[in-house]
């Protein structure tokens, strides 16, 4: 079974920390995603990566950053965190047509 | 502006009842699209559909593709209260580009 792991389930940050989010997947895939789900909204893309060391900017990069420095790992990085930062992160892997989700990271900007 | 709509985005229902979820799409470059259901983390896949009017079922679940009018239904028959969830619509573009519909929160009362 492929398995995407995120290192964290729920996260309190006070505003202006630097956060980093890491995301972790074991079936060699190229491709990963960074959303963040909100009521109503959605789920939103932030950044993505086709490759190592490569980043696309999504939906709403604003305010975010990535590090792709090896294939498994993508991180996401909120250099200094604001309130309306506040919502589920969801990281991504795909596979052709299939994309397996990591379990979700609950962010708190307080 | 490549778009998902899903319709509604709230439904309660009782439990036994029968249920059609809607997504249209409005997109560029189509590939297939995706459904996932997603309860308290991850989503988890549900059907993938790449060609128009062959129905895809797995247990009381089941969905279908309309190319003509650009849009795919999921029918869940005989609901329980474990089909509660939000169901994702999501279509696969390629060049690892996904377009996520809103989501409709289903809601099965006993």
């Known amino acids: 079974d492929v398995k995407v792991t995120q290192s964290s389930r729920y996260l309190v940050k006070r505003t202006g920390e630097k956060v980093f989010l890491e995301c972790v997947q074991d079936?060699?895939?190229?491709?990963m995603f960074w959303y963040r789900q909100d009521p109503g909204l959605g789920l939103r893309l932030i950044y993505f990566?086709?490759?190592?060391?490569?980043?696309e900017k999504g939906d709403i990069p604003e305010g975010y950053s990535v590090s792709r420095e090896k294939k498994e790992r993508f991180s996401l990085i909120l250099e200094s965190a604001s309130t309306n930062q506040t919502s589920m992160y969801l990281c991504?892997?795909?596979?052709?047509?299939?994309?397996?989700f990591g379990q979700g990271t609950r962010l708190t900007v307080v | 502006e490549d778009k998902v709509v899903q319709s509604p985005l709230s439904l309660v229902v009782h439990e036994g009842d029968t249920v059609t979820l809607n997504c249209s799409y409005e997109?560029?470059?189509?590939?297939?699209l995706l459904w996932y259901k997603q309860e308290k983390k991850a989503p988890t896949f549900l059907f993938m559909l790449?060609?128009?009017?062959i129905e895809k079922k797995s247990g009381r679940l089941s969905s279908i593709l309309d190319k003509k009018e650009l849009s795919s239904i999921l029918n869940i028959t005989a609901t329980q209260t474990g089909d509660s969830a939000i169901y994702l619509c999501?279509?696969?573009?390629?060049?690892?580009?996904?377009?996520f519909g809103q989501g409709t929160r289903l809601t099965i009362n006993p």
């Open positions: 991504a892997s795909l596979e052709n047509t299939e994309a397996f």
């Open positions: 079936m060699d895939h190229e491709n």
């Open positions: 990566s086709y490759d190592v060391k490569m980043k």
């Open positions: 997109v560029t470059n189509f590939r297939s």
């Open positions: 790449t060609s128009s009017g």
């Open positions: 999501v279509e696969f573009q390629g060049a690892q580009k996904l377009v």
